[in-house]
């Protein structure tokens, strides 16, 4: 038996390889949005695991430090170390800004993390180049996204800081790389006020009368003084010894020291679920609208091919060919033209997935599930053409 499918792939092959290009384009979108996704995922699982901690613990009654702001002061962990099952607790702070260097601006999560002391909760875990920050002040680490280079100053603030360290892979749940700072720099960054603020600010308090009672020597000192203080973090990173529970230790916490305690399940809960959730339900309608686009072209290619050769199914018709065999032919062109395009679309999206800004991984189980979704959309889209094709009459084979 003749195949026609493969007789009109041949005799029209530009044709159809360019309509397998377009429709592999597309595919290739729809494989990237996928991997945009999938991405944002691993961005947050990386931010967990570069962070070191077993347990987060923040502000009561807040989702920090990465969903929501948190505010702690900064002698809290030594009490946390005094809780059972703690091995170490170190402060940190997050702080999503624009970081200048030289004529530019670099978008950066700046970290404050506890310096000199190596090993503790929130350091990068690995360098690439370079160092680990050693020193109080104005020092960084730079993940390589970022775009700086070692011994590079950069400017946080008011003031510069020389990148002593590279790392990669270091990045916010948004997928902004990290610069590492030194604690007491990063509160000041943070939390201190500029210049201007604070003499406004004590001009206001100085002429409060709440504040100037002659019976309270030195309140109004008082006053001035923690309110130019940055004494806070945002949270703080606790790892627990080998053989205890994360949540037997995370109970006390809560209990005692009236604090939000979050372990490392809950707080992928909190950053999978609800930070990038809307993400996600933008991405999914990205994807149906993507189908369903790709569906309408697949159907609409088939159904011209297949009403361009009406008097060629008219003659297998009048031969005694059965139905099923030309519904059977019309399916094949279809499947291959599916072929063709997920073959272009999982390359291009191989080729252009590492030019994009933000991470996006491709993963071997969603190129399996997309070619097997392409082929259930090129068997759906091939219906209405095979419906066309079996109400051709075999007398238009005479009367053509």
Same mark, same amino acid.
């Given at each position: 038996?003749?195949?026609?499918?493969?007789?009109?792939?041949?005799?029209?092959?530009?044709?159809?390889?360019?309509?397998?290009?377009?429709?592999?384009?597309?595919?290739?979108?729809?494989?990237?949005?996928?991997?945009?996704?999938?991405?944002?995922?691993?961005?947050?699982?990386?931010?967990?695991?570069?962070?070191?901690?077993?347990?987060?613990?923040? +502000?009561?009654?807040?989702?920090?430090?990465?969903?929501?702001?948190? &505010?702690?002061?900064?002698?809290?962990?030594?009490?946390?170390?005094?809780? &059972?099952? *703690?091995?170490?607790?170190? @402060?940190?702070?997050?702080?999503?800004?624009?970081?200048?260097?030289?004529?530019?601006?670099?978008? $950066?999560?700046?970290?404050?993390? *506890?310096?000199?002391?190596?090993?503790? =909760?929130?350091?990068?875990?690995?360098?690439?180049?370079?160092?680990?920050?050693?020193?109080?002040?104005?020092?960084?680490?730079?993940?390589?996204?970022?775009?700086?280079?070692?011994?590079?100053?950069?400017?946080?603030?008011?003031? @510069?800081?020389?990148?002593?360290?590279?790392?990669?892979?270091?990045?916010?749940?948004?997928?902004?790389?990290?610069? #590492?700072?030194?604690?007491?720099?990063? +509160? !000041?960054?943070?939390?201190?006020?500029? @210049?201007?603020?604070?003499?406004?600010?004590?001009?206001?308090?100085?002429?409060?009368?709440?504040? /100037?009672?002659?019976?309270?020597?030195?309140?109004?000192?008082?006053?001035?003084?923690? +309110?130019?203080? /940055?004494?806070?973090?945002?949270?703080?990173?606790?790892?627990? %010894?080998?053989?205890?529970?994360? !949540? !037997?230790?995370?109970? =006390?916490?809560?209990?005692?020291?009236?604090?939000?305690?979050?372990?490392?399940? +809950?707080?992928?809960?909190?950053?999978?679920?609800?930070?990038? $959730?809307?993400?996600?339900?933008?991405?999914?309608?990205?994807?149906?609208?993507?189908?369903?686009?790709?569906?309408?072209?697949?159907?609409?290619?088939?159904?011209?091919?297949?009403?361009?050769?009406?008097?060629?199914?008219?003659?297998?018709?009048?031969?005694?060919?059965? @139905?099923?065999?030309?519904?059977?032919?019309?399916?094949?062109?279809?499947?291959?033209?599916?072929?063709?395009? #997920?073959?272009?679309?999982?390359?291009?999206?191989?080729?252009?997935?590492?030019? #994009?800004?933000?991470?996006?991984?491709?993963?071997?189980?969603?190129?399996?599930?997309?070619?097997?979704?392409?082929?259930?959309?090129?068997?759906?889209?091939?219906?209405?053409?095979?419906?066309?094709?079996? %109400?051709?009459?075999?007398?238009?084979?005479?009367?053509?």
């Amino acid at each position: 038996m003749i195949s026609l499918a493969g007789r009109d792939i041949m005799h029209a092959w530009g044709k159809f390889v360019f309509t397998g290009v377009g429709l592999g384009l597309l595919i290739g979108v729809t494989l990237t949005m996928a991997g945009v996704y999938r991405g944002m995922v691993d961005d947050a699982k990386a931010l967990l695991d570069n962070s070191g901690a077993d347990l987060w613990v923040v +502000q009561k009654d807040t989702l920090g430090p990465y969903a929501e702001s948190s &505010s702690l002061y900064d002698d809290t962990y030594r009490s946390l170390l005094s809780i &059972s099952g *703690v091995a170490r607790a170190a @402060n940190i702070t997050y702080l999503t800004m624009q970081v200048r260097e030289g004529g530019r601006d670099v978008r $950066a999560m700046v970290v404050g993390v *506890v310096s000199g002391d190596l090993g503790q =909760p929130g350091q990068p875990s690995y360098l690439i180049n370079g160092r680990q920050i050693t020193r109080g002040h104005y020092e960084a680490v730079a993940d390589i996204a970022s775009g700086f280079n070692l011994g590079q100053s950069i400017q946080i603030r008011r003031n @510069n800081y020389t990148v002593v360290g590279l790392t990669r892979r270091m990045v916010s749940s948004g997928g902004d790389p990290m610069v #590492f700072i030194p604690l007491k720099d990063a +509160q !000041e960054a943070q939390f201190l006020k500029d @210049n201007d603020a604070i003499v406004q600010q004590r001009r206001r308090t100085a002429e409060n009368p709440a504040f /100037n009672r002659p019976n309270v020597p030195g309140l109004l000192d008082q006053v001035i003084a923690s +309110q130019s203080t /940055n004494a806070f973090v945002n949270a703080v990173l606790v790892q627990i %010894k080998p053989g205890f529970n994360a !949540e !037997e230790v995370a109970e =006390p916490i809560r209990h005692w020291k009236r604090l939000q305690v979050y372990t490392r399940t +809950q707080m992928e809960g909190i950053l999978v679920g609800k930070l990038i $959730a809307t993400s996600a339900k933008q991405i999914a309608m990205f994807l149906v609208i993507l189908a369903i686009v790709s569906a309408a072209i697949v159907a609409f290619i088939i159904y011209t091919l297949t009403m361009g050769k009406i008097r060629e199914i008219a003659v297998l018709k009048l031969i005694g060919t059965k @139905n099923r065999t030309i519904a059977g032919m019309i399916m094949q062109q279809a499947l291959g033209l599916g072929v063709i395009g #997920f073959v272009v679309g999982k390359v291009a999206a191989t080729f252009w997935a590492p030019i #994009f800004p933000k991470y996006v991984l491709l993963e071997p189980g969603d190129a399996i599930r997309g070619f097997f979704v392409v082929m259930l959309i090129c068997i759906l889209a091939s219906l209405l053409a095979i419906r066309a094709a079996l %109400k051709v009459d075999p007398a238009e084979a005479i009367g053509g």
